[in-house]
């Protein structure tokens, strides 16, 4: 019996243990062996089984299983008819030793069939002097039956059998407090470690406020070398005021969030976001507060950048719309102008001009909305960028005051796709800018260069990320005052200038914005006042070859005779379009909207050859004018015409690609052209 209990001496925990428990027994002293434990958090019990044949110890543990609750009952009479604590040894299951336990004998007597025990022994297994289950012991059919010293030797080997599984168990709970002890260590060494390198600011406060600990971001954001230095103070030292409050913000009972301007060493200041977290001691005082601080200022600048372009998009919408109003103006200005010139007498022929001078300066100047709304048409090319630099310097050379000397710088060569016009108007802009801003003269410097750029690159320039890529750097610096920062804020808006009255229009800048955003470009000012400013162009750069264009002379302007129904809602423009084209040898019939018209060509009185209609007209503009059109005459030709440029009413579905457009302000000979060309072509199918 000594080297059957032997492994249970040895430290187990308490798995092993109570394999151990069940397995000692066995085949020395019994030839089945079974053990049962509830535990006491849950009242669940567990069954170990070893036999004399390890194939068989699955078998039997399920068959005990099935049974368990029958088991469990007859425990329950066994414990009412004898003392609990004490073993039960049953030498022979037969009738006569079962009649004490007449509840229990139908399930022993089933167990001793199926099984093929035929003595058993029950121990009770205790810990710390409860009784936690029951170590059985059988012999099968065929061996002797237990006798006294069985008894004895099992009655031993249970209570080993109990202290080894006590042992593992608190040997487990050990195990598992040293693994959380240990998981609480490194916890708290991983948030140590966070702490000291995060990149936003962290202290702990004190009850009063003082700081205790701070790390090391926190002493950088407010010029200290090391946080040991801000230990001692209080944390509202490291504040100069609070935004709306001290906490506009609050997130639960114990959290307030709020916005401050936070003071460095050296007395500069900048905008942070503070959260202070009371931690609170058993008593319900504050024992400590936990306080973390971001500097903002980057996100307060993106913002910034965001709503300027969001401004600057809005404006640049009303932009294109007071354009088009305009427009229909000029149109009516421009072209009896034209009217005039020819009835009056040469000497009355100059104010006429005057008249011509004035509208072509409104016209322009619309263009230049145009160009901020990113909506004039613009008809880009592929140029070699340092060509168009080089040429535009030697243009600019005598344009400008002597005392302003003009330099070009090249770094790298490549190409863009841009209209040059529009390019050359954006060199123009920004040089006559710089002009403006060196009264007394000064350098003017043109530089062209090459970079690849990451996405970020813009989003540190202007607030929007842009795809990564090689991009093409126009730069236009000069030696001149300089802007503060609410100038530079500013300087790209319509009409902002601060110039005195009469000394610009406040487009230059913003003709330059609309301009390199509908390239595809962006651009940006740096300046500080005193030291000059320099504007930077960024354009998409592209790998083809130069384009270069022909211009062809304009033909002759060729006058007709057909039918022409003229479409347009603006009176003015209406009359103006109808004798443009009466004088021209046209008949033309006329309307003042879609409806009108499309009654007139459904009457058929008249046949009509061309219709020259408005795109945009209150109850059935020109578009669904010339769907219909099409349906009642597939050969009918039809000439659009608007003051919003053709880019924008075929976004907004008003034009096709292919149908022909003139675009407003526009002259009597340019309509006169356009309609001709309309004339000789051939319609379009359906």
């Known amino acids: 019996m000594a080297d059957a209990g032997r492994d249970l001496q040895a430290p187990l925990e308490y798995h092993a243990a109570v394999r151990a428990a069940v397995r000692s027994p066995v085949p020395k002293l019994a030839d089945l062996a079974a053990l049962f434990l509830t535990d006491a958090s849950s009242g669940r019990v567990t069954v170990e089984v070893a036999h004399r044949t390890r194939a068989e110890e699955s078998g039997v543990r399920m068959h005990l299983l099935r049974h368990l609750d029958e088991l469990v009952s007859v425990a329950g009479a066994v414990a009412r008819t004898t003392h609990a604590r004490r073993p039960q040894w049953i030498p022979r299951i037969d009738d006569r030793v079962l009649g004490r336990f007449s509840a229990s004998t139908p399930t022993l007597l089933a167990l001793r069939d199926a099984l093929g025990v035929e003595s058993l022994l029950v121990f009770p297994v205790h810990r710390t002097g409860q009784v936690i289950g029951a170590l059985a012991l059988g012999r099968l059919a065929g061996q002797p039956p237990f006798g006294a010293a069985d008894l004895a030797a099992g009655s031993v080997l249970s209570q080993r059998g109990a202290l080894a599984i006590e042992n593992g168990r608190l040997r487990n709970i050990a195990h598992d407090e040293g693994i959380r002890t240990e998981g609480v260590r490194q916890t708290l060494q991983r948030w140590a470690q966070a702490f000291e390198h995060a990149d936003w600011g962290a202290a702990i406060l004190d009850a009063s406020g003082r700081i205790e600990a701070a790390n090391p971001a926190l002493a950088r954001m407010h010029g200290a070398v090391r946080p040991e230095e801000l230990r001692g103070m209080s944390f509202g030292e490291l504040e100069v005021t609070t935004a709306d409050g001290v906490a506009s913000n609050r997130e639960g009972e114990g959290r307030q969030s709020y916005q401050a301007t936070h003071v460095r060493r050296d007395g500069s200041t900048f905008p942070a976001l503070v959260t202070l977290t ?66 009056v007498s040469p000497d009355a022929r100059s104010d006429v001009d005057e008249i011509r001078k004035a509208a072509i300066r409104a016209a322009s100047i619309t263009q230049q909305l145009l160009a901020f709304g990113r909506q004039q048409l613009l008809q880009p090319t592929v140029l070699e960028l340092e060509t168009v630099v080089s040429e535009m310097a030697d243009l600019l050379r005598p344009l400008l005051p002597t005392n302003v000397t003009v330099d070009t710088t090249v770094e790298g060569h490549g190409r863009v796709r841009a209209d040059r016009a529009q390019l050359e ?138 039918t022409i129904l003229v479409v347009e809602d603006e009176a003015a423009v209406r009359a103006l379009t109808q004798r443009t084209l009466r004088e021209a040898g046209y008949a033309v019939l006329e309307a003042g909207n879609g409806r009108e018209a499309l009654a007139l060509v459904e009457d058929g009185a008249t046949r009509v050859d061309a219709v020259v209609t408005d795109v945009v007209m209150p109850d059935m503009g020109g578009s669904d004018l010339r769907i219909e059109l099409r349906r009642l005459r597939p050969d009918l030709r039809v000439l659009s015409m608007s003051g919003y440029p053709s880019e924008e009413v075929q976004q907004r579905g008003l034009l096709g690609p292919d149908d022909p457009f003139l675009q407003k302000p526009f002259t009597p000979q340019a309509l006169t052209r356009a309609l001709r060309a309309v004339l000789e072509t051939a319609p379009r199918a359906g």
Not at 312 to 329: F, K, Q, S, Y
Not at 474 to 495: I, K, Y
Request: with cysteine; aromatic share 8%.
């Open 278 to 343: 009371n931690m609170p001691a058993e008593d319900g005082h504050n024992a400590y507060q936990v306080a973390n601080v971001q500097d903002v200022s980057d996100m307060r600048r993106t913002e910034e950048r965001l709503h300027r372009a969001q401004r600057m998009e809005a404006v640049g919408r009303l932009a294109g719309g007071v354009a088009h109003e305009v427009n229909n103006m000029m149109t009516v200005i421009l072209g009896f102008a034209d009217f005039l010139y020819g009835s």
């Open 425 to 562: 108007q954006v060199i123009i802009n920004l040089a006559f800018n710089a002009r403006d801003a060196m009264p007394r003269g000064g350098r003017l410097t043109i530089g062209t260069a090459f970079r690849t750029l990451d996405e970020s690159f813009a989003s540190a320039q202007i607030g929007v990320a842009t795809p990564a890529g090689r991009y093409a750097l126009l730069t236009v610096s000069d030696t001149g005052t300089g802007m503060d920062a609410e100038t530079q804020a500013r300087a790209f808006e319509p009409f902002f200038t601060t110039k005195a009255v009469g000394q610009g229009t406040g487009l230059g800048l913003a003709t330059v914005y609309g301009i390199v955003k509908q390239s595809g470009g962006f651009v940006w000012v740096d300046s500080t006042q005193g030291s000059g400013t320099k504007f930077t162009v960024c354009l998409p750069a592209v790998e083809v070859e130069a384009e270069v264009r022909h211009l062809e002379a304009p033909g002759p302007v060729e006058s007709g005779r057909e």
